[in-house]
Every structure is written in structure tokens, then in C-alpha cells.
């Protein structure tokens, strides 16, 4: 058995037994998708990996690490920094690879000459004339087909030194133009010289949060897996968290059609009933090879009548599943729902002590300033909560001391506001507002602000906020329960039309929405257990008309249908 | 990779000189032209034994005859498709395989301060500035001087050899290894007892103690005492020295000449092991290999660097034996012209090859002594060759001092040659005889001497003048009487014979042997043939002229004086003026 020792701090060597999994993802050779689950480990994984690798490379050959933000990669630095040679390596972000890999020394060979020092220059730095050029030549654009206007707007840009970067913060319709990433694969596509040195100079490369990826670094990284560059995608289905941006997890998920990749599931879910893992996990991708287990934690369930009537069953189901698996809190129960409408029809037929989290306009909000909004709020109301809860996931502490002390300042400030709201509601609007500008500078959002005051004039909303008491079973949208875990989950809502959402289109055909795969899968996680999969004969739609209850389309996998039972209650 | 050219602008005896390289280059030039600077101008830009500090400019690297304040190298490399290369330069390197690299010394002219930059790119327009020569570790140059120190480059040496090896081992043979060390440890602590129980040995240590025992109450326990240098084993192999047997018997490692050989042995073999690592790509750079060694010794030399290094090289030398074994094409001569040295046509060229292969086979060494001159004398046969060259000693004519060669075509046709030495920039002179040639099937002759020097004036020269005469007159070149040749013809082809001179082209009146006959040694020639029997003249004379020459020569050379005014010393004359002029 492979042994691995990791510093885990300074002071302290753990040994760390990789279990199988982590060893054939470390091992392979090949390319290959590793699809995390979070908390399983994947930057050990990623690092023990590459730790592998660069003994065996020539001093001048490397291996390219990407990760989304900087604070990652440096991350990933720091878990190889004792004395190990990176060798040629490259360490950062996808647009500083394609800025200082690409574009920087081959531009010059395919643009003319530059008389200037190349710049990176942000879009809302340009001129006014330029920013308007912009946006009217990219308009509409194809990736890896840029019309000539494009090319030569490129071009330009790029004699008088510039190279546009176009964050993603921005907010309107040009937002998504990756801009580096559609000027890296021309070049790459048009200069022989730029193929020829990354190949000579590249081994593997290795993209973190894959599941963000977008169109064009998506193409750049399956042009390098044709050079022969070893490929290997990490990234969660489920974490996707930059909808708004343009990215979109359908890139993770296509890699494993390409056919060159093998698939690995990274999932060691401690918290999950191993028959709950593998049913997760096969819902992702049939081809997955996972064990069956013979005891199955994985139960449905077709309630006759409507929601209230689960809610009704849910009174003498709950303390059958909790006496069978030992749940001893009640607040241990969650019933996960897709819509505050099916919640709240639980909350009024559930006699059991119970305490119905309304899902907010911010829940659904996906802005990075709603979430800082989201975690200020949920720390504001729990005391188990720390300041550190609040940022970590957002920033990198020990490289940002001073920002680090000023946002827990702002956050002091608040606590004490928050006491008052109805007095201090402007204050506190404020401080919210300072303390995520602190963090996104650049993300302001509007709509986050209006869903947040929102939140805070009203007290049923507010609530949705503080955590259940031990005795209170927990009702909640799956939104709203990302990120936790409980023993057992009652995962309603799942119709057709509903999970997945369906539409027809002018041609009237159905359409489906990706995400809801992944809602699906987040709800069916939240579970460690026991997870109950709950339908109706009948169901409210939108309009609160009543209407026929068909089992979702997600039940109806032939392949999962062998990994659940029927509820014996 | 292959270097194919640098350019030198104001550095040294280079004002301003362009040279081509192919994968074999061989360097020539006259002593102090600036073979080594031209070397030196690569390795500043390539060689990692040069530092920083050694590559920082100096007031003597300014070209001295015309105010400069300003060098540059300039280097050009194509074809570079090794990825040690690429990932470590290749940002520099464009579709074709093409890489620059710049070495720009400058000097401020009121301060006299200097300093250098570097630069790097795929084109002459698109040079960047670097900071340093990071690119040395994979690509570089490996140079050995004329100054061949053996013994401390065998110091260095044997220990890269013995850890080269030691590293090559399979797992059995360092079993082996191991076990038989222990024994040699065992051994070494044996021979390290008995000698202390030497008596002169323990005695004289005894000596030592006692007196340091006076000196020092912390000798107290210490010994002072003589081992074999064995104390670790390890140590003791290291300092094992290289030794040369001969049948088993020890000899002291030989002179120069084999000092040489091992020397280039050892480092070839290095190098060939390099070779094959894909880790670093170098060019080798060997000054005056032939140094210390005997002919023959030096083409296998030759031979031997050339085909046992696969990598590209560059030879400085002074050798028509190593020459001999390059290809033609790849030889770079350098000269100097008006106080700055260039190279001939840019250096190597596919012109001299092609004028070689029309040789239909391998250069031989006497062509190749021809290089190294500054003026040939091209005669017909090997009788010219020993005459001119008795001549030149009698007239004063120092034909080593002026670098002048003598060579015969002997069959061969001058063409052949005056390509290769106008290829290479070397002036010639000519002298053919002036024969008389059947026309083919028919009773009636040409002026073939004169028809060939035209022939050569054609390719080499232009003058309307000259031309228009040619149009004009060459008709009366051929179609006479063969027996009788017309007054007519004879007259314009004496004309001819005039004009011709001006380009280096000598026809003899008629041949050698008939024109020392009709000069003022005519006397002495008469004297010399009567004491051949006269049935013997025609035969030898027409079938052993070298031989017979050579006899004429041994005794009546000091008397070719007298034709110093004569038209048959004119091109040796002229040889020796244009040696002059250079």
C-alpha cells in the first residue's frame, strides 16, 4: 500500500494513508477527468500527483498547474514547497499561462511588431471609442472562427501593446467575451512555433474547477491533450457557482465523451452510506464502475394525494427512518425541497417540531455579492459561527493581513447594528455593503443589495437564516442546503416538470435545464444515512392549479433503479 | 540545431564580416588574421566557461583601425527543433526553427566606460533584450584550446570518467564492486601497518612525536604517522592515477604528440556520451588538433572528429592533412584586406563543393597545402613544378616568405582549381603551353593553350575591350595548316598571347623544355643534352620530362639565372608582385 507523508502544518508530519481511489488517480498515466466531491481530499490528490511526476522529468520540462484564482494556485504551491524541483513548471492562472505562455512571446510572430511594451488592459480601461469597437465587433462571435473585423481589431489592440483582459464582473451583455482566452487559441491555432514549444517544454497539464471552465480554455485544453500534452481535468458538477459568468460545468461533462479521457470519481463522502455515494455518483455517468453494496440506504416513496399530504405521512414516517437508523435529534432530518411553495406546504401539515427555512431572493441569487451577503447572515445568527466562516472561502488570510483585519473591523461593527435593525437598517445595509466590497471590488451587484434589504425587513425571512434548534426537523430548499449535511433526507419535489424543470420550444420539443441534474445530486449528498425519495399522485404547479403527479425523470434511470428499495413505510 | 551564421561588426581584427558554417567547418587564415578571435566571438555568446565578468568588454576588443565605439556578435541558428531548446528558449523561436542571439559592447566616448547587452529572437528585426545567457545549459559550445593542458585536464577528468561509470552500473556489478572495496579496504589497512613498521619509517616518526610531545600537552594520545594516502578508500581510487602500459609494462605517458591524442581521446569521449543525452546540445570548437602529431597521425585525427562527433564543429588549422580530410565545401578562409580580416565568400559555400565533385574523388593533400597560400602558380606537369620552383630560389623570390604555392595540374585541367582559389579568394597565376591540337577528323589545328586561357578569361573576367578583340580575332585561332602554321596565325596569336598576360594567363612560346632550348641557357641546355645519347632525348624528354628536368636541375640550377629577364620567369614575376600588393 502506498504510504505518503504531508506536512500538515509546520510542526506536525501525518502520515496519511491514500485510500484506492486516491491511488489510481495518482497513479494514472493517462488522461484523465477527476470528478471531486468536496472534502475529498483534492488538492492532496492533485499534489501527491504531481509530486510523482517531476522527479521523472528532464530539468527542462515542466508540468502546467492551473487554478481558478491565484490564492488556489498558490495553495497548490505551498502544499509542494519543501524543496522539491518544479523543474520547468508553471504555476497560475489560466489567464496569466495564456498571457505569459502565449501571447507575450508568439504574438510577435504573428502580429506584426509591436512598437510598445505589451500591457495587459482591462476593457472598461480602454478609450471610450475602443470600448464601443469592442463591443460592436464582438457582438456575436464563434469561437476558433473570428471574422476578419475581429482578427483585426486583435491585431490593433495588440500593435499598440495591449491585450485585453475582460473580467468577468462585469455586468452586461459582453461580460462572458473571454477576450485572452479567444486572442491564446488564435495564436496557438496559427503559430507552429507556439505548438512546437509547449510541447517541448510540457509534460502534463492539470486544470483545478473545471466545472467553471469556459469556452475557450475548454478548447486550449483539449488542443493540448492533442499535442500529446497528458491531460487531466479536475472539477465538482455540482460547485458551480459562476453560472452567471459564462462558465458552465457542460464542458467537465463533456471531456468523458471525448473518449480519451478516463473518468475517476474522487468522492470519498465520509459522511455518506457508501450505497449513497455510489447512487449519487452513478446518477452523474452510467460508465462509472462502482461496487454495490447489500445494504441499500436509498429508499422511494409515491405518496397518494398532494405536498400536504407528504407532509401528513412525513408525521409517522420521520420517527420510523429515525428509529431504524438511531437519529436521536430531529434537527438531524431534513426535508429538501425544490420550491418554497412545496416547503411551505410541509410546514403546515408537519405536526413534528419543525423549522421551515424560506428560500430568499439571495439564496438564489448567484452573485459573489450575495454570497458574502448569505455567509454574513448566516454568521450574524450563529454563534458557532466564526469571522473566518465568513471569508475563507473567498480569500486567502495569510497573504492578506491587512484587507483580513479591515473586513473583520467592518464586521464588529455590524454585530453590534444588527441588534437593532429596525433603527440601524441603513447602517447595516451598508456595513453588508462595505465588507464585500472589500472582498469583490469589482463584483457590486444591485440586485444582491435589493435582495438583502429585502431579507432584512422582513422577520419570517430573517428566520430562514438562524439555524434549527436540536429538537426541530429542518425543511429547506436544496439551494438553501448546500454545504450541509444531515442523517437522514426526505428529497421531495420530484415530478416531472419540476425536477428536472421541462419546457417546450417553438418547435415543441422538450427542453431540459442542465443544473437540475446537479440540484438533484446536491439533494441526494446532503444525506449520510438514509435518503428518502419522495413523490405524489398529484401536485401544485405555479399557478397553484392542481395537477397530475408523474414520477421525475430522474427515477425512471433504469440503472439506479437496482440501487434503491421501496419504503417499507 | 545548427549554427549557419554569425555576423562580427568592430570587434578585434572584424570590422564588419559575415560567416557561413556547415556542420563540419574548418577555419584557415595566416597566423594573427584572427582565427581565435572569430572563435572567441562565438564563445562569448556560448561558452559556459566564460563568466560575466570575462565576457565584460575591454578597450583592445574595439576595432582599433577606425574609431569604433561599438561591437556586436551576432549569432544565427536554424533548424532548432530539440525540446531541451524549445522549452528553454523557444518563446525565441519562430516556424522555421530559426533563433538569434546578440552580444551588443558599447563604450562611452568621454567616460571611456563600457558595458554589453544581450539580446535574443527570431528575426535580426525582432531581437529582445535577455538578462543573461540562461540558455548555456541547453545549448552551448564545448572549446579546447591550443594550450592543451593534459595532466590537469586528466585530474578533472578522471573523476567525471570514474563517476560516469560508476553511475552506469547494473545492480549486480555494484554488488560485485562493493565486496571487492572491502577486500581493498582490508588490503590498504595491511600495507598501511607494515609501512609504519619500516624502521626508517617508524624512526622518523618517532622523531616527530617526541618533538611535538615537548611542544604540546594535548598531544597526548595523538600519533603523528605516514600512510599510504588510504585512510578511505574511496579517496585512495580517486587519487589513482592514469597510467600507460605497454604489454603490461608501465611507461611514463608519452610526449606531446600522444599527450595530444589522449587528450582529444578523453574528451571526445565525454562528449560522445553527451551526445546521446537529449538533456543539452553543444557544438564543439577544437583549435590546431593537429598539433604535435605526424601526418598521418593528423588525418586520423581528422577522420576521427569528424565522424565520431555526430554534433556540429568547428576546427581552427594549419594542416593540409587535416584539410584534406574536410569536405571542401566547409572550409572557411580568412584574409585580410585593407587592415580588416574577412572571410572568403562569406565562408563555407556550395560553390567550392560543387567544384569539387566535378574532382570525381577526395581531395588530396597537395591542393590542400594550396589554401593556406596567398598566390598560386597553376603549371602543367611536375617538370614546370621543379623548374619554377629552382628559379625562384636563384631570382631572389622567397616563395615561403610571399606564401607562394606551386601546383600542378597535371591532367586535372586548371578550372577545377581556379574555382576552388577564386572561391576562396586566393589569386592565381597560370601557365599552360602553348600546344597545337588536331581538330577531330580533320588535317587542320587550333590554338588549344590559347583557346583554354580564354576559356578562363571568359568565366573569370570582364573587359569589353578584351572581348570585342576575342569576337573579332579568335577565328584565326583554329582551322590551319597544322605542319605549316600561316604567318597570319601565328601573329594573332602571338597578339593573343600579349593580351592574355595582363590576367595571369602565361602561354609558353611552346612548351617548357622547347623554350628553355630557344632562351639564353640554350648554351647550357645544348651542353646538358649532349651528353645523352640523342636516340634517348625524344624518348625521355616526352616521357620522363620530371625525371630529366630533375637531372638537368641537379647540376646546372644556379645558371637559370641568367632567365631572370627572360618571358619565362614573367608569372613567377607576377606571383611574386601580387604576393607583394596583399
Redo the contacts between chains.
Sequence with gaps: MLKIEILSNKYQIKKIEPTDQQIAIIAEEKNCVVIACPGSGKTFVLSQKIRRILPEL????GIIAISYTNKASDELKKCLKDGLNKK?SFFGTMDSFYISEII???G??IFK?ANFEIQVVKVKDLSKTDQKSFERVFQDYHTDKLNLQQKQFFESCFLKGQIILNSFERENVLGNVDTVGIIANYIFDN???CR??LK??YSHIMIDEYQDSGQEQHNLFIKLKNLGIISIAVGDARQSIFAFAGKNPKFLLSLPKEGSFIVYPLDINHRSHPSIVTYSLKLLKEEIDLPVFDEIRVFEKCVTGRESDIGVWLNDAIPYYCSKFNVEKYNEVAILTKSNRTGSFINENLDLDHKFFINTNLDTNTSLWALVFTKLLEYLFDANKTKFYVIKDFLDTDKNENKTRKIFGFIDILKEQINDIEHNFDLIVNSFILVSSEIFPQGKNTKAIDNLKEVLSSKELLNSYKPAQFNEIQIMTIHKSKGLEFDIVFHLDLYEWILPRREKDENGDYIFDDQDLNLHFVGVTRAKNCCVLCWSTRRTNYLDEIKQGNKSEFLSIKRLSLLRMVSEI | MKLTQLKIKGFRNFKDATINFSNKSLVIGSNDVGKTNLIYAIRILLDRELSDFDIEPKDSDFYAFEPTNEYSILIKFENIEEDCILAKIGHYVNDNGDLYLKYIATRNPETRSKTYLLYAGFSEENLEEIQERYYRKVLNLKYIGCNRDLSSFIKRERKHLINDAKKNRDDEEKANDDGKLITIKRNLDLIDSDLNNLSFISTSTTKINEELDKLSIYHAGFNVCFDVGASDVNTFIDNAKLGLKYNENPLTIGGDGKNNQIFLALWTARNTIREENPFEVALYCIEEPEAHLHPHQQRKLAEYLSTTLKSQIIITTHSPQITSEFSPDSIIRLYEENSKTIAANEGCSEIIGNAIIDFGYRMSIIPAESFFANVVFLVEGPSEELFYKALAKVIDIDLDKHNISILMVDGVGFEIYTKILTALRIPWVIRTDNDIMRIPNKTVGRFAGIQRCLKIFQNYFEDSEMNEFIEKNKIHLSGFSIDDVPDENLIIAEEFIEKLREYNLFVAKKDLENDLINSELKEIYEEYLAEIPPEEIENTMKKRKATFMYKFLLTYSSNLSILENDNLASPLKRCHLIALSN
Design positions: 528532464p530539468e527542462y520540462k520547468g507575450r512571446p508568439f510577435k510572430q511588431k503559430s507552429y512555433a512546437r514549444y517541448a517544454k
